[in-house]
């Protein structure tokens, strides 16, 4: 079981950057896949990106491909999506979550960690 707890959403204006963290709890972080998924008012949670144990390995939505980073800390248990040229569409909640399943890291299904959201608001 690893609890994870986001932060470092907020507003911000289009083409801006901003650094969401996920702080994880429990000895077997390292041992969890880490993915990202946001979830925008009326519509379905959507992948985002995700990232290996040892962080050697990610994987990204088309639609921030180019634009996020994902990235990990397993020294201090930490997970982060690095974004930058922000724009109206990627405003939504961010959640982090995490995985010791092998199988579809881009499905939500397959995540039985997550944490509370951050929300992330793009002004245009």
């Known amino acids: 079981q690893v609890k994870l707890l986001e932060s470092g959403g907020g507003l911000v204006q289009a083409g801006d950057s901003l650094r969401l963290s996920c702080a994880a709890s429990?000895?077997?972080?390292?041992?969890?896949?880490v993915g990202w998924f946001r979830q925008a008012p009326g519509k379905e949670r959507e992948f985002v990106a995700w990232?290996?144990?040892?962080?050697?390995?990610?994987r990204y939505a088309d639609s921030v491909k180019g634009r996020f980073t994902i990235s990990r800390d397993n020294d201090k248990d930490m997970a982060y999506l690095h974004m930058n040229n922000l724009n109206n569409e990627d405003t939504a909640v961010y959640y982090c979550?995490?995985?010791?399943?092998?199988?579809?890291?881009?499905?939500?299904?397959?995540?039985?960690?997550w944490g509370q959201g951050t929300q992330v608001t793009v002004s245009s």
């Open positions: 979550a995490a995985t010791a399943t092998i199988g579809d890291w881009l499905d939500s299904y397959i995540y039985e960690n």
């Open positions: 990232i290996s144990w040892d962080g050697g390995s990610t």
């Open positions: 429990g000895r077997t972080f390292s041992r969890h896949i």
